[in-house]
């Protein structure tokens, strides 16, 4: 008998485990896909496996919710627990181990708007491991030992002894402060408002107009700055408008900072990618997998 449930654990489903658990806590696949960072089919599909595992179903099933059976009930009751402690012993031996850390290579306005923002969740998750943002706008060297994982916009200036990963895709929208969008109900609009550019990204501008099909239009003026990041804050305060990556406006179109009175104008940009350099270590992979999880991640509605 010991060496029959020693085989069943040993193939035991985990992942299906973790996702049995996430919908019944939640009582829905759905919310369970997003606290899991995956699509509603990946979560039915291995609660699905599971039950074909176990031999018993653990989910009734209807079309707007599912209900746990009695088994579903005491399979939670029974492994809810086990695994919590389980991920709780793991932390506690991560956050225990000393000197763990990944070093990341990006550009600073990705920094600021992007990566900083969704960190505290890679920390949450890997508590023992320290990242390290290095901050620059050169293209990533393979000689220079200083970083394990750069992420830059397109396939560009990478060396190639890097092992390059696509990573988040990407468009711009015009934005600007509330209260400056609200009269832009149409492009001729924005001939009476100021322009806000980054030296980084001058050509974005007659990029949108050209994708929008409105070449000629003009702005009543412009100021230039250094980096995005500058432009965006600008733009905050009400200076005027601009054309930037959704990448970067994410968080502050979702708290309202900035406005997009035209959000069916997209231009299409390249996507990022991530390179991890030929000396990482351990603690970089799993930095790319979270990465990862952070991009099918769906975008926010505009």
């Known amino acids: 008998m010991s060496d029959k449930i020693s085989r069943m654990a040993a193939h035991l489903p985990l992942n299906a485990v973790r996702a049995f658990l996430a919908a019944a806590r939640r009582q829905s696949f759905t919310l369970a896909a997003a606290d899991l960072h995956v699509t509603h089919g990946a979560v039915s599909r291995q609660v699905k496996s599971l039950e074909e595992y176990l031999g018993v179903a653990l989910?009734?099933?209807s079309v707007r919710q599912v209900r746990l059976t009695a088994a579903g009930q005491r399979f939670l009751?029974?492994?809810?627990?086990?695994?919590?402690?389980?991920?709780?012993?793991?932390?506690?031996?991560?956050?225990?181990?000393?000197?763990?850390?990944?070093?990341?290579?990006?550009?600073?306005?990705?920094?600021?708007?992007?990566?900083?923002?969704?960190?505290s969740d890679f920390v949450a998750q890997y508590p023992g491991i320290e990242p390290r943002i290095l901050t620059s706008i050169a293209p990533p060297d393979a000689s220079d030992v200083t970083y394990d994982i750069?992420?830059?916009?397109?396939?560009?200036?990478?060396?190639?002894s890097l092992a390059m990963h696509p990573f988040l895709e990407d468009e711009a929208l015009l934005v600007g402060a509330p209260r400056l969008m609200r009269g832009v109900t149409e492009p001729a609009a924005l001939a009476a408002l100021t322009l806000l550019e980054a030296k980084t990204r001058k050509t974005d501008w007659d990029d949108w107009k050209k994708h929008a099909?409105?070449?000629?239009?003009?702005?009543?003026?412009?100021?230039?700055?250094?980096?995005?990041?500058?432009?965006?804050?600008?733009a905050i305060d009400g200076l005027g408008f601009t054309i930037a990556p959704i990448s970067l406006l994410?968080?502050?179109?979702?708290?309202?900072?900035?406005?997009?009175?035209?959000?069916?104008?997209?231009?299409?940009?390249g996507r990022y990618y991530y390179g991890i350099h030929p000396s990482a270590n351990s603690e970089t992979h799993l930095f790319s997998r979270w990465l990862d999880s952070q991009a099918r991640q769906p975008a926010r509605p505009v």
């Open 150 to 160: 750069a992420i830059r916009r397109g396939l560009e200036h990478w060396p190639d």
């Open 250 to 269: 994410a968080n502050d179109l979702a708290e309202g900072r900035l406005a997009c009175p035209l959000p069916d104008l997209r231009l299409p940009m």
């Open 59 to 61: 989910f009734e099933r």
């Open 77 to 119: 009751a029974d492994a809810g627990p086990a695994l919590d402690q389980v991920a709780a012993a793991a932390r506690q031996v991560m956050a225990q181990a000393a000197g763990r850390a990944v070093r990341i290579n990006v550009r600073p306005t990705f920094a600021v708007r992007w990566l900083i923002p969704r960190l």
């Open 213 to 234: 099909g409105i070449r000629r239009l003009r702005p009543k003026a412009q100021i230039l700055f250094d980096h995005s990041h500058f432009v965006l804050q600008a």
